[in-house]
Nanobody, 126 residues
Framework: QVQLVESGGGLVQVGGSLRLSCAAS????????MGWFRQAPGKEREFVAA????????YYADSVKGRFTTSRDNTKNTVYLHMNSLKPEDTAVYYC???????????????????WGQGTQVTVSS
């Protein structure tokens, strides 16, 4: 069982930056692939970024590639989403998720994940 708690969301102006954190409970954090998803009002949840257990491989949605970076610190049981050059269309609730013993492109899909955080709101104002 893994519990995930996101933090770091807030209100930011266009072009600004935010760093989201996702703290995980449990002793096996390094066994999990971690993902970030977002959901804007009236839209379906969509993939943003993912990182495999070691941090050696990352995946990004085309819409955020070059602007967002995900990283993890397995000693702190935490995964991060660094968001730069934010746009109004990045406004959404951002969720982190954990996938036990999974790596590879499957981490782009929500069905890969067994555990989800409660989400943190990111609002980009123009």
């Amino acid at each position: 069982q893994v519990q995930l708690v996101e933090s770091g969301g807030g209100l930011v102006q266009v072009g600004g930056s935010l760093r989201l954190s996702c703290a995980a409970s449990g002793r096996t954090f390094s066994s999990y692939g971690m993902g970030w998803f977002r959901q804007a009002p009236g839209k379906e949840r969509e993939f943003v970024a993912a990182i495999i257990w070691s941090g050696a491989t990352t995946y990004y949605a085309d819409s955020v590639k070059g602007r967002f970076t995900t990283s993890r610190d397995n000693t702190k049981n935490t995964v991060y989403l660094h968001m730069n050059s934010l746009k109004p269309e990045d406004t959404a609730v951002y969720y982190c998720a954990a996938a036990l013993n999974l790596a590879g492109p499957i981490l782009r899909t929500s069905v890969a994940y067994s555990y989800w955080g409660q989400g943190t709101q990111v609002t980009v104002s123009s």
